[in-house]
Nanobody
Framework: QVQLVESGGGLVQAGGSLRLSCAAS????????MGWFRQAPGKEREFVARSNWSGGSTYYADAVKGRFTISRDNAKNTVYLQMNSLKPEDTAVYYC??????????????WGQGTQVTVSS
C-alpha cells in the first residue's frame, strides 16, 4: 500500500520560506501526478499544487501562484513544495497525495499525517 510521509513544516515569520517534502512508497510516482493540499483551522482541505510525472507540467491554486513551487524527484519517490513569501493565511497542515490528471482531486482515499506550517505576523 502506498504510504505518504510529509515533513519540513515549522514556524516561520511572514515573508519567510519553507521547503516541504513528501516521501511516497509504492509506484505512485510512475502512475499519477502528485499534489499538495492543505487544511487550515476551521476550513476544508484545499488544493495547493500539482505536478505531472515528469515535473514539466505544474498547476497551482491562485492563492499560491508566484510564491510556491512544486517539484519532484521520482528516483527518491519524493515531491517537494518550496514555499516563499509566506503569509499568515498559509498557516495550515499540508498534505500530499496523488492527483487525478487534469484535476485537483486526490486519488488515494487516505492521507498521511501532514506537516504543520505556521506563519506568524
Amino acid at each position: 500500500q502506498v504510504q505518504l510521509v510529509e515533513s519540513g513544516g515549522g514556524l516561520v515569520q511572514a515573508g519567510g520560506s519553507l521547503r516541504l517534502s513528501c516521501a511516497a512508497s509504492g509506484r505512485t510516482f510512475s502512475n499519477y501526478p502528485m499534489g499538495w493540499f492543505r487544511q487550515a483551522p476551521g476550513k476544508e482541505r484545499e488544493f495547493v499544487a500539482r505536478s505531472n510525472w515528469s515535473g514539466g507540467s505544474t498547476y497551482y491554486a491562485d492563492a499560491v501562484k508566484g510564491r510556491f513551487t512544486i517539484s519532484r524527484d521520482n528516483a527518491k519517490n519524493t515531491v517537494y513544495l518550496q514555499m516563499n513569501s509566506l503569509k499568515p493565511e498559509d498557516t495550515a497542515v499540508y498534505y500530499c497525495n496523488t492527483v487525478r490528471a487534469g484535476t485537483t482531486e486526490p486519488i488515494l482515499g487516505y492521507w498521511g499525517q501532514g506537516t504543520q506550517v505556521t506563519v506568524s505576523s
